[in-house]
Structures are given as C-alpha cells and as structure tokens.
C-alpha cells in the first residue's frame, strides 16, 4: 500500500469510526452468532497476492462488525465497562502510528517519561504518590505483586521452590480470578492459595483471614501474599483495606490492592473513601481502559517500594545495556514482557482533552444512574434489588433462579441490551453495569422501560 491510498483509506476509515461512535451499529449490541459461523466464511489460507483494500473492508464491514459484542454501545451492561473515546482512540491512532517500543528509556525516551508523568498525574487523582508504571492489564498487574512478594520471602528467581515449606497467598472467595492465574503463574499452587471467606456484604472477614494465616503458620506453611478487592467483579464490593492492612503489617504480610473497575471512582472527591487503607498497602492498581475512558488496554499500576518489583523482574543481558542505565527507569523491569507499547500516549490525549473535571462529570454521571435505577428496582413489587450500590453495578433477581435466568435472556434475546450474571451466596443475580462513555439518563429509562414489557 503506498502512502497516498493508505492516506484515502484512513480518512475512510477514521470517518467509519466516527459514525461508529455517534450512531453505533445497527444490529444487535451482542451478536447471535454460533460457534464456526465466522471461521467458516474466512478463506482457509492467506492470500498469495496482495487483495484490494476495499474488499477486505469490506469484508470487515459484512462479516466482522455483525459479528462482535459492540462493547462501547450505550446499550451494553454485561461484565464491566470497556470504554473507549475520542480522545483514546485518537492516542492510540498516533501509538500505532508511531509504533514505537517502549521497552527502555533509550528505546523512547518520551514514552518512558510521558509513562511517568502520566501515573504521577493518576496518582495525584486518585490521591496515592507512589510511582507506578502501565500494564497490559489487571491479570498481569496482579501477577507482578505476586512475584514481587514472592522474592522478598524466598529466593525462587535463583533457586527454585525445591525443598522448600509452600508459601501461600490469599484473596477473598469474591476474588477475581486474575488472583488464581497469578497463583498458578507464579508456581504457588491452587492448593496454597486461600479464598478467605467473605461476609453478608461479600467483603472479605477479616477475622477468617487471621485464623487462615495463624493456621497456615502453624503447620510450618509460609504466609506471604494477600489480596484485597475495591469493587469485586461480581457486585463491586469493597474489602475492609485499614483492617487487613493492619493484619498485613502485624503478620508482615505484602498486601496487593486490585481495584480493577472501581479505582475510577476515586478521581470523585465523594468516592476517595474508597482509597482508605491503601497507602498502608504495597501495590495497587486500576484500569482506566475499564471506566476512565481509555482505549484497552491500560492498567494503572503502582507501587509503593519499586525495588520490590523490580528485585523479581530486572534482567539486564548484555545488548540491552545502555549508558544511561543507572539514571534512568527501564519500564521493562516493572513487568514480565520486554517489549511494551506507547499506552502513555492515549492516557495523556484523555487525561488533557476531557480534563480532570470531564472525567468527574462522566463518572458522577454513571453513579447517579445507578443510584436511580436501583432505586426503581427497589420500588418494583416483582424485582429484589440485592444491595444498595455503591458503584456502577446494579444487581437484582426474581426471586428464584429460574425466572431471573428467563428474564435475562428475554432481555438480551430483545439485541436491546446485553446483561451478565453471577451466584452469589448461591442467589443468581443479574447484574447491571453502567460506564459507558456515551451512555446517559435516556439509555437507562430506555432500559428500565424494557424491563417493565419484558416482565409482563
Ligand atoms: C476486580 C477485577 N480484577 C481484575 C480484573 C481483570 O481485569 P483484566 O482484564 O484487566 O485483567 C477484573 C475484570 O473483570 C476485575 O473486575
């Protein structure tokens, strides 16, 4: 492709987007695709000759747009947010443009420091002055405390775990699974890795953590790693952080904040309560690409002692030595892969065009949703709201798990919306979740009116 027909396409293309963005897709928000429609309708081999760039956007149009869950229509509330913007795909644009890797300072010096710049600029925010780096995602960003709790306890990187009494970790049983997979990475075993008991409001007790750990202790096993959750995936609650920071401290245990969804929220000065406990923790972390308007993928990720981090992951072989090393921040430390994008760029295009109180707006706009919404809810004489929500998540069900199952599906077989579930304490809940970048009072009315027409 020379350069004048890729200029023509990406003018089509950024034209695409943008009437993409305003009007959205005509079909359904999630697709009723069945397994191997797709695979079955994409040629078998790759083409010997170079193909026509309209044919193959066209074929992007007919075959791959009807075919995926349009995760940033308004309409879409299943799982978690996923937003994008203007501004972040404009960032992206550039990054992909640019495709610069950001591996070492050397290899960009602007990324590396727009990198530190920005989580400085997130830190200020979200009210926590630690230096932070940026992740794929929460998975990696929880898999990395792992590790850098792991090499303070023992010296696996070197010696391996032969011989020695197991470490153990724990999360709450509301946990996301990201905790599980960064236990079976980081080699410690489903078998040593706890899911503490949570209460009535799914937080983790604290109390059932201290009798694990005294447990674990006592039969010779080595504690080492804990995980609190602010705004579980399954009903956004929130982990007494003081407390099990405390616990943390007296057992002198490392302890990971995962605030995947919820982190957002702390850039309210209203919601900052949700940071309580977290400067006693040792990382920390939260997705703007879930609710903070920035293309996937970007993970927040900070932490208190970098030398932590970084004691588990600094590798330096000989052809990625520069001079400037010892004055310098090699983000390739501060995570398992070497090679890193230019996420920087779309966080800093977000963070200038909306504008600290841009971004307030949108989220205080998204709480207030939630707040209303569950308040019809509660109102209703055949739904039960399961709690007040704190955030953006909305959970409720029918009484008995058949109906709200049924009811679920009735929605989403409407292509109108798109709601997931979950169990919790063994109620089938549908859940709710609001975020979108576009999404406003009329989408959720429109929402609530479905449900209504739908429970008759
Ligand atoms: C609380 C929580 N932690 C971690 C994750 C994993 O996020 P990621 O897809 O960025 O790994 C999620 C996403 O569902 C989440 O809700």
């Not at 308004?74 to 937003?83: A, K, L, S, T, V």
């Not at 399961?386 to 929605?411: D, I, K, S, Y």
Request: net charge negative; glycine share 6%; aromatic share 8%.
């Amino acid at each position: 492709m020379d350069h004048e027909r890729f200029r023509q396409i990406g003018h089509q293309l950024i034209d695409w987007v943008a009437d993409y963005m305003e009007n959205g897709h005509d079909g359904p928000v999630v697709p009723d695709a069945l397994p191997g429609d797709v695979l079955r309708r994409i040629a078998a081999h790759a083409p010997q000759e170079a193909e026509p760039p309209d044919q193959v956007i066209e074929d992007f149009k007919t075959l791959i747009v009807p075919n995926l869950a349009h995760w940033n229509d308004p309409r879409y509330m299943g799982y978690f947010p996923c937003n994008h913007s203007g501004p972040g795909i404009l960032g992206e644009l550039l990054s992909a443009g640019l495709n610069v890797n950001a591996m070492s300072w050397a290899t960009s010096p602007a990324a590396t420091e727009l990198e530190i710049a920005m989580m400085r600029w997130l830190g200020e925010m979200i009210g926590l002055a630690w230096p932070g780096t940026i992740q794929d995602t929460a998975s990696t960003g929880t898999f990395c405390a792992m590790l850098a709790a792991r090499e303070q306890v023992a010296p696996i990187n070197r010696e391996g775990y032969y011989g020695r009494p197991p470490l153990v970790a724990y999360v709450s049983d509301q946990a996301h699974s990201s905790g599980i997979k960064a236990a079976r990475m980081a080699g410690i075993g489903d078998a040593y890795l706890r899911a503490v008991p949570s209460d009535a409001q799914q937080a983790m007790n604290v109390q059932e953590l201290a009798r694990l750990i005294k447990e674990d202790r006592l039969a010779g096993r080595v504690p080492f790693f804990v995980m609190a959750t602010v705004g579980t995936t399954s009903t956004t609650a929130i982990d007494p952080v003081p407390e099990i920071a405390g616990l943390c401290r007296r057992e002198d245990l490392y302890l990971h904040v995962d605030a995947a969804l919820a982190g957002t929220a702390a850039i309210l000065p209203e919601m900052r309560w949700i940071m309580n406990g977290v400067t006693e923790a040792d990382s920390f972390l939260f997705n703007p690409h879930k609710w903070m308007f920035t293309n996937f993928d970007c993970c927040a990720y900070f932490c208190k002692d970098p030398m932590k981090l970084k004691h588990a992951l600094a590798i330096q072989p000989e052809y990625l030595k520069t001079q400037h090393d010892a004055s310098v921040e090699n983000f390739r430390d501060w995570s398992p892969q070497l090679g890193r994008r230019f996420r920087a760029l779309k966080l800093w295009f977000v963070m200038r065009m909306f504008g600290v109180h841009g971004l307030q707006e949108k989220v205080r706009s998204h709480l207030k949703l939630a707040k209303w919404l569950s308040a019809q809810i509660a109102a209703h004489p055949r739904l039960h709201l399961w709690r007040e929500p704190t955030l953006n998540t909305v959970c409720l069900h029918l009484g008995n798990r058949a109906e709200t199952e049924a009811f679920m599906l009735r929605l989403n077989d409407t292509g109108k919306v798109f709601l997931t579930h979950t169990i919790v304490q063994g109620t089938y809940l549908i859940r709710i979740s609001l975020g979108q970048t576009h999404q406003t009072a009329e989408h959720v009315h429109q929402l609530w009116q479905l449900m209504n027409e739908q429970l008759t």
